[in-house]
């Protein structure tokens, strides 16, 4: 546990409607990562952040943006929701501890697009 | 291209016995390779991790053998408890843009039977 919350827990949302997911955390981490969970996909990089405003795309960027105006905040924005953005979405901080690094996970939140 | 695999969808052992999950690779780029937990409805619980310059690290009944050039690890728990039954994921790590970045495999379903 890393301190790592994520608000909703649960949404749904109609198409076409922007939905912004947040992830929080406490303990001043500088690397936070937004992924999606789909079946028989397992969990795929969408953005990351490696500082305040500092962003980058993953591998499933498209119809994703992100901010980070503060450290403890990574915001995940869907502009126009779809149907194929349906899904679970996973906030991780990382961190390198000695010779090892690790990634956290929030506890998810589940995103239903009608 | 899938860079990380877990062939085996699935896995069932007796509680007590060892159980064995298994993670094939193709970047040889790769800083550091993840093993994590999966409860339904939760975030991945990260287990254990090892670095690319290192073949085996251990952490109480948890052990991860790396092979570099077979480009393949797998993760040992000894002995495994009924709790232990969930999907196991692997994911390997590579530095890009001054950040790490995950790629995971699509998980193992372990069933340990009392």
């Known amino acids: 546990d890393a301190g790592i919350t994520q608000s909703p827990r649960h949404k749904v949302t109609e198409t076409g409607t922007p939905v912004t997911l947040r992830c929080h955390q406490t303990e001043n981490h500088r690397y936070m990562y937004w992924y999606r969970q789909d079946p028989g996909h397992g969990l795929r990089l969408i953005h990351y952040?490696?500082?305040?405003?500092?962003?980058d795309k993953g591998e499933v960027s498209d119809g994703y943006s992100v901010s980070r105006s503060k450290t403890e905040d990574f915001l995940l924005t869907l502009e126009s929701a779809t149907s194929s953005q349906t899904s679970v979405y996973f906030c991780a901080i990382g961190r390198v501890r000695g010779s090892s690094y690790e990634q956290y996970f929030g506890p998810g939140t589940r995103l239903t697009v009608t | 291209d899938q860079q990380v695999k877990q062939n085996s969808p699935s896995l069932s052992v007796q509680e007590g016995r060892i159980s064995i999950l298994n993670c094939d690779y193709t970047?040889?780029?790769?800083?550091?390779f993840l093993w994590y937990k999966k409860y339904p409805a939760e975030g991945p619980t990260f287990l254990i991790s090892i670095s690319s310059i290192k073949d085996k690290n251990e952490d109480g009944r948890f052990t991860v053998f790396l092979n570099k050039s077979a480009k393949h690890l797998s993760l040992h728990i000894v002995p495994s408890q009924p709790g232990d039954s969930a999907v196991y994921f692997c994911a390997a790590s590579v530095t890009q843009g001054g950040s790490e970045k995950l790629v995971f495999g699509k998980g193992t379903k372990l069933t340990v039977n009392p």
């Open positions: 952040s490696y500082g305040v405003k500092d962003t």
């Open positions: 970047n040889s780029m790769f800083d550091y």
